[in-house]
Nanobody, 124 residues
Protein backbone atom coordinates (compact mmCIF):
# COMPACT_ATOMS: atom_id res chain seq x y z
CA UNK A 1 0.00 0.00 0.00
CA UNK A 2 0.98 3.59 -0.66
CA UNK A 3 -0.25 6.65 1.17
CA UNK A 4 -0.17 10.10 -0.41
CA UNK A 5 -0.41 13.46 1.32
CA UNK A 6 -0.60 16.81 -0.44
CA UNK A 7 0.39 20.19 0.96
CA UNK A 8 1.00 23.71 -0.26
CA UNK A 9 -2.36 24.87 -1.51
CA UNK A 10 -3.76 28.28 -0.71
CA UNK A 11 -5.00 31.60 -2.01
CA UNK A 12 -2.94 33.54 -4.52
CA UNK A 13 -3.55 36.43 -6.88
CA UNK A 14 -3.58 36.12 -10.64
CA UNK A 15 -0.03 35.92 -11.93
CA UNK A 16 1.30 34.58 -8.67
CA UNK A 17 2.97 31.28 -7.83
CA UNK A 18 2.37 28.31 -5.57
CA UNK A 19 4.21 25.07 -4.98
CA UNK A 20 2.35 21.89 -4.14
CA UNK A 21 4.07 18.90 -2.60
CA UNK A 22 2.96 15.29 -2.58
CA UNK A 23 4.63 13.01 -0.06
CA UNK A 24 4.42 9.27 -0.65
CA UNK A 25 4.80 6.78 2.17
CA UNK A 26 4.51 3.05 2.45
CA UNK A 27 5.59 1.04 -0.58
CA UNK A 28 6.61 4.05 -2.63
CA UNK A 29 9.33 1.97 -4.30
CA UNK A 30 6.57 0.11 -6.18
CA UNK A 31 5.42 3.22 -8.03
CA UNK A 32 6.01 4.06 -11.69
CA UNK A 33 4.11 7.31 -12.09
CA UNK A 34 2.97 10.12 -9.83
CA UNK A 35 0.43 12.55 -11.22
CA UNK A 36 -1.40 15.73 -10.31
CA UNK A 37 -5.07 16.03 -11.17
CA UNK A 38 -7.48 18.84 -10.40
CA UNK A 39 -11.20 19.12 -10.08
CA UNK A 40 -13.78 21.85 -9.79
CA UNK A 41 -17.33 21.22 -8.60
CA UNK A 42 -19.54 19.81 -11.30
CA UNK A 43 -16.68 18.83 -13.58
CA UNK A 44 -14.62 15.71 -14.09
CA UNK A 45 -11.20 15.29 -12.60
CA UNK A 46 -8.66 16.76 -15.03
CA UNK A 47 -5.09 15.67 -15.72
CA UNK A 48 -2.53 18.38 -14.93
CA UNK A 49 0.99 16.92 -14.90
CA UNK A 50 2.78 13.65 -14.28
CA UNK A 51 6.27 12.42 -13.64
CA UNK A 52 7.80 9.00 -13.82
CA UNK A 53 9.16 7.73 -10.52
CA UNK A 54 12.39 6.68 -12.23
CA UNK A 55 13.91 8.21 -15.32
CA UNK A 56 12.64 11.78 -15.06
CA UNK A 57 10.15 11.81 -17.92
CA UNK A 58 7.33 14.30 -17.45
CA UNK A 59 3.94 14.96 -19.02
CA UNK A 60 1.81 18.10 -19.01
CA UNK A 61 -1.67 19.20 -19.99
CA UNK A 62 -1.61 21.83 -22.72
CA UNK A 63 -3.36 24.28 -20.40
CA UNK A 64 -0.43 24.31 -17.95
CA UNK A 65 2.56 23.69 -20.21
CA UNK A 66 5.25 26.36 -19.77
CA UNK A 67 3.64 27.51 -16.49
CA UNK A 68 3.75 24.40 -14.28
CA UNK A 69 6.70 22.15 -13.55
CA UNK A 70 6.57 18.74 -11.90
CA UNK A 71 9.64 17.34 -10.15
CA UNK A 72 9.78 13.82 -8.77
CA UNK A 73 12.37 13.03 -6.13
CA UNK A 74 12.29 9.31 -5.45
CA UNK A 75 14.94 9.71 -2.77
CA UNK A 76 12.65 11.93 -0.71
CA UNK A 77 9.48 10.22 -2.02
CA UNK A 78 8.04 13.54 -3.12
CA UNK A 79 6.53 15.06 -6.23
CA UNK A 80 6.35 18.83 -6.31
CA UNK A 81 4.26 20.91 -8.66
CA UNK A 82 5.61 24.41 -9.13
CA UNK A 83 2.83 26.58 -10.49
CA UNK A 84 3.72 29.96 -11.96
CA UNK A 85 1.69 32.67 -13.67
CA UNK A 86 -1.48 31.33 -12.13
CA UNK A 87 -4.81 32.12 -13.72
CA UNK A 88 -8.32 32.13 -12.31
CA UNK A 89 -9.08 28.98 -14.31
CA UNK A 90 -6.42 27.15 -12.31
CA UNK A 91 -8.68 27.38 -9.25
CA UNK A 92 -9.49 23.81 -8.23
CA UNK A 93 -8.95 21.07 -5.71
CA UNK A 94 -5.62 19.51 -6.62
CA UNK A 95 -5.06 15.81 -6.06
CA UNK A 96 -1.90 13.77 -6.09
CA UNK A 97 -2.27 10.26 -7.50
CA UNK A 98 0.13 7.42 -8.05
CA UNK A 99 0.23 4.25 -10.06
CA UNK A 100 2.20 1.05 -9.99
CA UNK A 101 1.39 0.42 -13.66
CA UNK A 102 4.38 0.24 -15.97
CA UNK A 103 2.64 2.20 -18.74
CA UNK A 104 1.69 5.85 -18.36
CA UNK A 105 -2.00 6.71 -18.31
CA UNK A 106 -3.75 10.09 -18.41
CA UNK A 107 -7.08 8.93 -17.06
CA UNK A 108 -7.83 9.13 -13.34
CA UNK A 109 -9.45 5.69 -13.32
CA UNK A 110 -6.01 4.14 -13.92
CA UNK A 111 -4.60 5.35 -10.60
CA UNK A 112 -4.96 3.24 -7.50
CA UNK A 113 -3.56 5.63 -4.90
CA UNK A 114 -4.92 9.08 -4.10
CA UNK A 115 -4.31 11.86 -1.64
CA UNK A 116 -7.05 13.90 0.02
CA UNK A 117 -6.50 16.98 -2.12
CA UNK A 118 -5.37 20.53 -1.49
CA UNK A 119 -7.32 23.61 -2.53
CA UNK A 120 -5.81 26.19 -4.85
CA UNK A 121 -7.71 29.43 -5.29
CA UNK A 122 -6.56 32.11 -7.71
CA UNK A 123 -8.22 35.49 -7.27
CA UNK A 124 -8.28 38.28 -9.81
Amino acid sequence: QVQLAESGGGLVQTGGSLKLTCLASGRAYSLYTITWFRQVPGKEREFVAAGRWVGGRTYYADSVKDRFTIFVDNGLNTATLQMNNLKSEDTALYYCAASGRLDFQYGPDEYEYWGQGTQVTVSS
